[in-house]
T-cell receptor, first 114, second 117 residues
């Protein structure tokens, strides 16, 4: 019944590795997002996709590459992980054409770089 | 670009009392949406309340209400009859009326609310 699900919930890895975080929503929404929450709890948009098309890319390093195989999935792949990538990453979705529709968030993935 | 400011990094309240969390924002748009999200220690992001800027009436959801002052660009959250379960980080967020994937949320830095028994 989970509306927006992310896997894994925790990810511990070493600098230089490549990792992916998966996100799926079963709400029938056509827009999905990735947000990053840093160690000071500040949340900032990274990407948004609408019907598999990239709409927002907020000056995120090229090491981050989102992939949307269909509108229910938005995965985040990160190459050559750096210490500064340690954060909680949230996936979210909304029905883009519905005025004022709030975004529904996943439970977050805590990424820790050793 | 829009910005959202929460000037209170931390607040505390006694159980059953009322507390108000402040939020101000900066925008040149006339229509937009404002939200309060709650993030308990479980890390979930839970929508508390939302307000459409074109509506003058303040939104209310049970014990949660807002004081929306459009001219002052202020959007404070009032929690009445505070409960232990209200303890969390509270984030104020702004959203433009644009659609088609451009509906990003701009967040404030959050206010950590402690509820004392």
């Amino acid at each position: 019944d989970t509306a927006v699900s992310q896997t894994p919930k925790y990810l511990v890895t070493q600098m230089g590795n490549d990792k992916s975080i998966k996100c799926e929503q079963n709400l029938g929404h056509d827009t999905m997002y990735w947000y990053k929450q840093d160690s000071k709890k500040f949340l900032k948009i990274m990407f948004s996709y609408n019907n598999k098309e990239l709409i927002i890319n907020e000056t995120v390093p090229n090491r981050f590459s989102p992939k949307s195989p269909d509108k229910a999935h938005l995965n985040l792949h990160i190459n050559s992980l750096e210490l500064g990538d340690s954060a909680v990453y949230f996936c979210a979705s909304s029905q883009g054409w519905t005025i004022g529709e709030p975004q529904h968030f996943g439970d977050g993935t805590r990424l820790s770089i050793l | 670009a829009q910005t959202v400011t929460q000037s209170q990094p931390e607040m505390s309240v006694q159980e059953a009392e009322t507390v108000t969390l402040s939020c101000t924002y900066d925008t040149s748009e006339s229509d937009y949406y404002l939200f309060w999200y709650k993030q308990p220690p479980s890390r979930q992001m839970i929508l508390v309340i939302r307000q459409e800027a074109y509506k003058q009436q303040n939104a209310t959801e049970n014990r949660f209400s807002v004081n929306f002052q459009k001219a002052a660009k202020s959007f404070s959250l009032k929690i009445s009859d505070s409960q232990l379960g209200d303890a969390a980080m509270y984030f104020c967020a702004y959203r433009s009326i644009s659609q088609g994937g451009s509906e990003k949320l701009v967040f404030g830095k959050g206010t950590k609310l402690t509820v004392n028994p």
